[in-house]
């Protein structure tokens, strides 16, 4: 809930900070799931936890780095040569 607040007071100072943001986690605090709305933010992970220590960003960090990962280094069709006949 504490970063939501905190992208709420981001998107309303400086909109354009959305476009760096992810929802790591959805929470069990019911204002999380409103402010995630309002911010048209869908979380990665759906724990619902309650502890606000930044777990949900911990936990989803993998996730992440996996995805930016897979853009960076997994071949594309094109680069890896494959066409009709070798498939």
Do not use: F, K, W
Request: charged letters at 15%; proline letters at 7%.
């Amino acid at each position: 809930m504490i970063a939501g607040s905190a992208a709420l007071v981001a998107a309303a100072l400086c909109p354009p900070a959305l476009e760096y943001a992810l929802a790591g986690h959805s929470s069990a605090e019911p204002g999380h799931d409103i402010a995630l709305a309002h911010l048209g933010l869908r979380p990665l992970l759906g724990l619902n936890p309650r502890l606000g220590e930044g777990t949900g960003a911990v936990l989803s960090l993998p996730l992440v780095a996996g995805a930016a990962r897979a853009l960076r280094d997994v071949a594309t069709v094109d680069s890896a040569g494959v066409t009709e006949e070798s498939g």
